[in-house]
């Protein structure tokens, strides 16, 4: 009785799994000839006689904290890009691959959570609409808390990573790939069995397609792919503990924040790799200028107090996390074209009208104004 109980599950499984995946396909269409209609109309208008221009208007530099939906007081700017034909192809090989590729149950490792370098072909605008949308990823977050306390009797903390600070905290973004998570505490076997065995009915639950959608990648490649010890490992959730940027917080579980310095140093790292690869990181981790910026913008703006990030903050933690002087200057133009001031600075230079007065601190501070 027994074997034909566990042949019978199976075949249920399959045939949910082949459910799902029918109606991602089904949504796909649907959303493929929606795009045509549209794509046919801005076509008319277009042909159309171009109506009488309206006075300009003057731009908006600046955020406003009134509008923001942040945890802190401006509202993040990056546009989501237009889906062309080109993204919706690459979108349904995306999913196709992701369908049928699972990381295995107790796996965690394997995902990435950033997207691609520079965030401008088509395979970053279709990254936009791959993932899970966060009214879905708050519920099954929800849901795997309050499993977590039901089963283990006790709250967990955990730090993330990577594109869901960008979807929860910063709003940045409609999608998430994944939560990578980092113990704050390690974890008994029965706590990790309930963790995962949560995480595989909210997928099923609420149709993620991806089964291992919260996952421990993150401190996995900080272990493998970075190289760090326990002792740098600790230091991460130090930083990220004392910072207490709260991301999601339920009955059972909190997610805090990554220490934003890490973050922004494992960003660079990465667009390091990806420009010295020719676009992408031989281990495919990729990442998003926007959201580079966006970061810096946070550390510019909070806890900078609006003055510009000196390098000195950025390089005197995880030293294992290498940049290029490319990857740093690439990053502050960009924020330079998109807020009109300076948000970094080399520890040597100073603005116009810069004294040791205007410091913040001491004078080893590595904060200064924005010239």
């Not at 045509?36 to 042909?47: G, K, L, N, V």
């Not at 690439?330 to 080399?346: D, H, I, N, Q, T």
């Amino acid at each position: 009785m027994g074997p034909s109980q566990s042949r019978e599950q199976r075949r249920l499984q399959r045939k949910h799994r082949h459910q799902r995946n029918q109606r991602i396909q089904e949504r796909e269409v649907a959303e493929a000839e929606e795009q045509e209609r549209e794509e046919r109309t801005q076509q008319e208008e277009e042909e159309a006689p171009p109506p009488p221009s309206p006075s300009p208007q003057p731009q908006m530099s600046s955020y406003h904290s009134e509008s923001s939906s942040t945890p802190y007081g401006y509202s993040p700017t990056a546009p989501v890009p237009r889906r062309t034909s080109s993204s919706r192809r690459t979108s349904r090989l995306s999913d196709h691959y992701r369908q049928s590729s699972h990381t295995p149950r107790g796996g965690g490792g394997g995902g990435r959570d950033s997207r691609a370098g520079g965030g401008r072909d088509s395979r970053a605008a279709a990254a936009c609409y791959e993932g899970i949308d966060t009214p879905t990823l708050t519920t099954a977050l929800a849901y795997t808390s309050n499993r977590l306390l039901a089963k283990t009797k006790s709250h967990h903390t955990f730090v993330v990573t990577g594109d869901v600070l960008f979807s929860l905290f910063f709003r940045s973004k409609p999608m998430t790939g994944s939560v990578s998570i980092i113990q704050t505490s390690a974890l008994t076997d029965k706590q990790k069995d309930t963790l995962i065995s949560a995480v595989l009915r909210a997928a099923e639950k609420y149709g993620i397609a991806r089964e291992d959608w919260m996952n421990n990648s993150a401190e996995v490649d900080m272990r493998t792919v970075v190289g760090m010890g326990k002792g740098e490992v600790d230091e991460v959730i130090a930083w990220s503990l004392g910072q207490k940027e709260i991301v999601f917080s339920g009955d059972g579980m909190t997610l805090l924040a990554v220490d934003f310095v890490y973050e922004f140093r494992r960003m660079l790292h990465f667009l390091t790799r990806a420009l010295e690869g020719g676009g992408e990181d031989e281990e495919g981790e990729t990442v998003d200028l926007d959201d580079v910026v966006e970061l810096v913008r946070r550390l510019v703006t909070v806890e900078g107090r609006g003055r510009s990030l000196r390098r000195g903050v950025v390089e005197g933690r995880y030293q294992r996390l290498v940049f290029s002087d490319y990857a740093w200057m690439m990053v502050g133009r960009e924020y330079e074209r998109r807020f009109g001031e300076k948000g970094l600075k080399e520890d040597d230079e100073e603005s116009d009208d810069e004294d040791e007065g205007d410091r913040v601190g001491d004078s080893t501070s590595v904060w200064t104004d924005c010239s």
